[in-house]
């Protein structure tokens, strides 16, 4: 006989790891407890030695499908006399630091679909149904440990027949901290626009779809907040949708009956298949089988759609009752936080809908749908925006850390992440700080991520642009602070999510990043490892005209690079052709003391207005995405010809896209079709890029090279460069788990931190 004690950390809280050890623990003949505690699960078992290692090997191989180990520590324990028996499960202990991880929020499984679904189960039709495998977590969690009391199901005392599901260590529903049925849990309720209640439970829910089929608008409560539905179908109601939501061109995620349905609008690699299906539920960005209809907008300019699949039970009951697309959009009037109190919802959203879908069961964090984007087959899909369903999942350090540290992230498409121990957890997307509502909710992210993972931060790590208002907030507070520079924690984010230590050439690509020398960077070759960096390339820097005006007129950035490869006069040309201010922004072209920045997103604006794709940009990188989109449509190899030039200045090579540019002018004026030049645009860059970072990489004795700023989340110039210098021989780190663009700084900058506090 042998008594151990086993402590496993990970995910293992609230995704029913306890009667996983039960069932295992007693079909083995095992004596002895398991408890959560803050730190993890805690088991002690006595048995001999070889059931006791079958126990071990078991707990790894067997796990439960929501459940993810990082660590199992073994320790030998005094044995127990006889007269212990049975196997037992002891209520949390909340003594210690919390260092559990809390889990996801996961889409309605099998087996409560199938409750869903049949009419002698008490929880037919009941859009609320959940068990320890599936429902709401991170967005309903208020402190830890996970349990009912600590959570928004707080205020719904379980009946009878849930309590005996819930403490029957043999049920699904053992500990399942959401678990309800129609007697005692959350109940539907639809209103009207003012808040007037219109019906309850089975009857709004009928209601409700009958709206929608006629067409109406509806905001819809889901698990991280409010969507704006309206059938996906109907040209009128979607143009009617865009107006009241003040969304011009950006593309709505349209949610989908099922996967039959997915594959009658797009090309589903496998890949973008299994992300579908997932039961992390994320949008997926896939390409489209038929262009946008311009009658019926979705995604305007776009080749590609973003689809979803049902992930609550309401979703599922709503779905097959319409049985067709719906537009299912962030409930928010243009780019402000979705909406996720139902004081809030009601009054920002009341006046933009016909009626709200709503229930009583609180939402404690606000938390939009994650984004990925499908790669070609045999590619992994991409993560876009990490959010609910991947949020608050921590990533591995690659070193401890003894330091806690938070992160506050960039401006625009923010995160923020705590690093602590071994692992570095990022929150949801809190969206673009410039708001004042956004920043209030970037308060209460803070706040939320510091509460579940039990860490009162030591160090803050931040961007170094001193206007941004995480920047501001990080000198708030009163704390040792370090400021990662923006391109170094792109590198450092994609370097961490590879658990890469040793130093990289680090290729960061991006919209605007202050740079060390107090000018806009953003086309960088850096010699980077976590502790720090050198720049070492960059692309030509050309004017920003207008500063952040460039940024929303894409044709000031077409006269930027057309003065700077083919002169004043070709500028000229151009900027009669775009807009009446040209004489203005050519002063400021020429200007000695203009802006100036070496962003290649910039770049990629400059390009489409010169093509005619967009003069005027509506959201956030619109131009440089339908430039990519437009060469899909190509169907000749790249020529070649498209080459940027490489020299050198102040010791830093310099990657100089002027004789591409010039070129693209010149194949415009002859009448080449625009997806051609596209395409040979994303080739030469490509080529251009591969060039100059493996030439670095070797300069540098360095074999590996990381692609990291939101321009790589273009798959056509990634797959370029990937392709380039794999055939040379060198290593390419592209991002996966994290997003390439601002919404991954968090972690790059903790991973930083982190590594710099041993
Ligand atoms: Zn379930
Ligand atoms: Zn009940």
Same mark, same amino acid.
């Given at each position: 006989?042998?008594?151990?004690?086993?402590?496993?950390?990970?995910?293992?809280?609230?995704?029913?790891?306890?009667?996983?050890?039960?069932?295992?623990?007693?079909?083995?003949?095992?004596?002895?407890?398991?408890?959560?505690?803050?730190?993890?699960?805690?088991?002690?078992?006595?048995?001999?030695?070889?059931?006791?290692?079958?126990?071990?090997?078991?707990?790894?191989?067997?796990?439960?499908?929501?459940?993810?180990?990082?660590?199992?520590?073994?320790?030998?324990?005094?044995?127990?006399?006889?007269?212990?028996?049975?196997?037992?499960?002891?209520?949390?202990?909340?003594?210690?630091?919390?260092?559990?991880?809390?889990?996801?929020?996961?889409?309605?499984?099998?087996?409560?679909?199938?409750?869903?679904?049949?009419?002698?189960?008490?929880?037919?039709?009941?859009?609320?149904?959940?068990?320890?495998?599936?429902?709401? !977590?991170y967005?309903?969690?208020?402190?830890?440990?996970?349990?009912?009391?600590?959570?928004?199901?707080?205020?719904?005392?379980?009946?009878?027949?849930?309590?005996?599901?819930?403490t029957?260590?043999?049920? !699904?529903?053992?500990?399942?901290?959401?678990?309800?049925?129609p007697?005692?849990?959350?109940?539907?309720?639809?209103?009207?626009?003012?808040?007037?209640?219109?019906?309850?439970?089975?009857?709004?829910?009928?209601?409700?779809?009958?709206?929608?089929?006629?067409?109406?608008? /509806?905001?819809?409560?889901?698990?991280?907040?409010?969507?704006?539905?309206?059938?996906?179908?109907?040209?009128?109601?979607?143009?009617?949708?865009?107006r009241?939501?003040?969304?011009?061109?950006?593309?709505?995620?349209l949610?989908?009956?099922?996967?039959?349905?997915?594959?009658?609008?797009?090309?589903?690699?496998?890949?973008?298949?299994?992300?579908?299906?997932?039961?992390?539920?994320?949008?997926?960005l896939?390409?489209?089988?038929?262009?946008?209809?311009?009658?019926?907008?979705?995604?305007?300019?776009?080749?590609?759609?973003?689809l979803?699949?049902?992930?609550?039970?309401?979703?599922?009951?709503?779905?097959?009752?319409?049985?067709?697309?719906?537009?299912?959009?962030?409930?928010?009037?243009?780019?402000?936080?979705?909406?996720?109190?139902?004081t809030?919802?009601?009054?920002?959203?009341?006046?933009?809908?016909?009626?709200?879908?709503?229930?009583?069961?609180?939402?404690?964090?606000?938390c939009?749908?994650?984004?990925?984007?499908?790669?070609p087959?045999?590619?992994?899909?991409q993560?876009?925006?990490?959010?609910?369903?991947?949020?608050?999942?921590?990533?591995?350090?690659?070193?401890?850390?003894?330091?806690?540290?938070?992160?506050?992230?960039?401006?625009?498409?923010?995160?923020?992440?705590?690093?602590?121990?071994?692992?570095?957890?990022?929150?949801?997307?809190?969206?673009? /700080?410039?708001h004042?509502?956004?920043?209030?909710?970037?308060?209460?992210?803070?706040?939320?991520?510091?509460?579940?993972?039990?860490?009162?931060?030591?160090?803050?790590?931040?961007?170094?642009?001193?206007?941004?208002?995480?920047?501001?907030?990080?000198?708030?507070?009163?704390?040792p602070a370090?400021g990662?520079?923006?391109?170094?924690?792109?590198?450092?984010?994609?370097?961490?999510?590879?658990?890469?230590?040793?130093?990289?050439?680090?290729?960061?690509?991006?919209?605007?990043?202050?740079?060390?020398?107090?000018?806009?960077?953003?086309?960088?070759?850096?010699?980077a490892?976590?502790?720090?960096?050198?720049?070492v390339?960059?692309?030509?820097?050309?004017?920003?005209?207008?500063?952040?005006?460039?940024?929303?007129?894409?044709?000031?950035?077409?006269?930027?690079?057309?003065?700077?490869?083919?002169?004043?006069?070709e500028?000229?040309?151009?900027?009669?052709?775009?807009?009446?201010?040209?004489?203005?922004v050519?002063?400021?072209?020429e200007?000695?003391?203009?802006?100036r920045?070496?962003?290649?997103?910039?770049?990629?604006?400059?390009?489409?207005?010169?093509?005619?794709?967009?003069?005027?940009?509506?959201?956030?990188?619109?131009?440089?995405?339908?430039?990519?989109?437009?060469?899909?449509?190509?169907?000749?190899p790249?020529?070649?010809?498209?080459?940027?030039? +490489?020299?050198?200045?102040?010791?830093?090579?310099?990657?100089?896209?002027?004789?591409?540019?010039?070129?693209?002018?010149?194949? !415009?004026?002859?009448?080449?079709?625009?997806?051609?030049?596209?395409?040979?645009?994303?080739?030469?860059?490509g080529?251009?890029?591969?060039?100059?970072?493996?030439?670095?990489?070797?300069?540098?004795?360095?074999?590996?090279?990381?692609?990291?700023?939101? +321009?790589?989340?273009?798959?056509?110039?990634?797959g370029?460069?990937?392709h380039?210098?794999?055939?040379?021989?060198?290593t390419?780190?592209?991002?996966?788990?994290?997003?390439?663009?601002?919404?991954?700084?968090?972690?790059?900058?903790a991973?930083?931190?982190?590594?710099?506090?041993?």
């Amino acid at each position: 006989m042998q008594r151990r004690r086993l402590r496993v950390t990970g995910t293992v809280q609230g995704v029913g790891f306890r009667p996983f050890v039960y069932r295992l623990a007693a079909e083995l003949g095992l004596t002895g407890s398991v408890s959560n505690d803050s730190r993890g699960v805690l088991i002690e078992a006595q048995g001999p030695p070889d059931v006791l290692d079958r126990l071990e090997r078991r707990l790894r191989a067997e796990a439960p499908p929501l459940a993810s180990i990082a660590t199992l520590e073994t320790e030998s324990l005094p044995v127990d006399g006889p007269g212990k028996t049975g196997f037992s499960i002891l209520d949390s202990r909340a003594e210690g630091a919390p260092a559990v991880a809390v889990s996801v929020d996961v889409a309605t499984c099998d087996d409560c679909l199938r409750e869903l679904a049949d009419p002698s189960d008490r929880r037919y039709r009941y859009p609320f149904v959940n068990c320890t495998n599936c429902g709401p !977590r991170y967005t309903i969690i208020r402190s830890i440990p996970y349990d009912r009391a600590l959570t928004t199901m707080a205020g719904f005392p379980m009946c009878d027949r849930c309590r005996a599901e819930y403490t029957d260590p043999a049920d !699904r529903r053992f500990h399942a901290e959401p678990n309800a049925c129609p007697v005692c849990g959350p109940r539907l309720r639809l209103l009207a626009p003012d808040g007037t209640g219109l019906a309850t439970a089975d009857d709004a829910l009928r209601r409700a779809v009958a709206l929608l089929d006629e067409g109406r608008i /509806l905001a819809v409560k889901g698990l991280g907040g409010y969507h704006l539905a309206v059938d996906a179908t109907a040209p009128g109601p979607v143009a009617e949708l865009r107006r009241r939501k003040a969304r011009d061109d950006k593309p709505f995620a349209l949610m989908v009956p099922d996967l039959a349905a997915a594959r009658r609008l797009c090309r589903l690699a496998p890949e973008a298949e299994a992300a579908l299906t997932s039961p992390r539920r994320p949008i997926v960005l896939a390409p489209r089988l038929q262009a946008d209809d311009p009658a019926n907008p979705i995604a305007p300019g776009l080749g590609e759609l973003g689809l979803m699949l049902p992930y609550t039970p309401l979703h599922f009951l709503m779905m097959e009752a319409l049985d067709r697309p719906l537009v299912m959009t962030s409930g928010n009037l243009s780019d402000e936080p979705i909406a996720s109190d139902d004081t809030d919802a009601l009054v920002r959203l009341g006046p933009m809908v016909d009626a709200i879908l709503t229930s009583d069961r609180p939402i404690h964090i606000r938390c939009d749908d994650a984004v990925v984007r499908a790669r070609p087959s045999g590619k992994p899909v991409q993560m876009v925006r990490r959010s609910r369903g991947f949020a608050p999942e921590p990533l591995p350090l690659v070193r401890p850390t003894r330091a806690r540290v938070l992160a506050v992230g960039a401006e625009l498409k923010n995160t923020v992440a705590v690093a602590k121990g071994t692992t570095v957890v990022a929150s949801h997307h809190i969206g673009d /700080l410039e708001h004042l509502a956004a920043y209030r909710s970037f308060l209460q992210a803070v706040d939320h991520l510091c509460h579940l993972t039990g860490v009162i931060p030591d160090v803050v790590a931040h961007d170094l642009h001193p206007e941004y208002l995480s920047t501001k907030y990080a000198a708030e507070l009163d704390l040792p602070a370090i400021g990662v520079q923006h391109h170094h924690a792109h590198i450092a984010s994609c370097m961490a999510e590879h658990r890469r230590e040793e130093p990289v050439l680090g290729v960061a690509f991006d919209g605007l990043g202050m740079g060390t020398d107090g000018t806009m960077w953003g086309g960088e070759f850096l010699v980077a490892d976590l502790a720090g960096f050198r720049r070492v390339g960059h692309l030509r820097t050309v004017a920003l005209p207008g500063g952040n005006q460039a940024i929303r007129e894409p044709w000031r950035m077409g006269m930027a690079w057309a003065a700077a490869s083919l002169g004043r006069e070709e500028a000229e040309r151009y900027g009669r052709s775009a807009d009446d201010r040209w004489p203005a922004v050519l002063d400021l072209v020429e200007r000695p003391g203009t802006l100036r920045t070496s962003s290649a997103g910039r770049l990629f604006d400059g390009v489409a207005a010169l093509l005619g794709l967009r003069t005027r940009v509506t959201y956030e990188a619109q131009a440089a995405i339908e430039l990519e989109a437009c060469a899909a449509a190509s169907s000749t190899p790249a020529p070649g010809g498209y080459e940027p030039e +490489v020299s050198t200045s102040g010791g830093l090579l310099v990657l100089d896209p002027g004789p591409l540019v010039a070129r693209v002018v010149a194949e !415009r004026d002859g009448g080449t079709p625009v997806p051609d030049i596209s395409a040979a645009f994303h080739a030469g860059l490509g080529r251009g890029v591969a060039t100059v970072a493996a030439g670095l990489a070797g300069d540098n004795g360095l074999d590996t090279v990381a692609l990291s700023g939101g +321009v790589f989340q273009n798959a056509r110039l990634t797959g370029v460069v990937e392709h380039e210098l794999s055939a040379q021989g060198l290593t390419v780190l592209v991002h996966r788990h994290v997003p390439p663009n601002d919404g991954g700084v968090s972690i790059g900058q903790a991973a930083v931190a982190a590594y710099r506090s041993p």
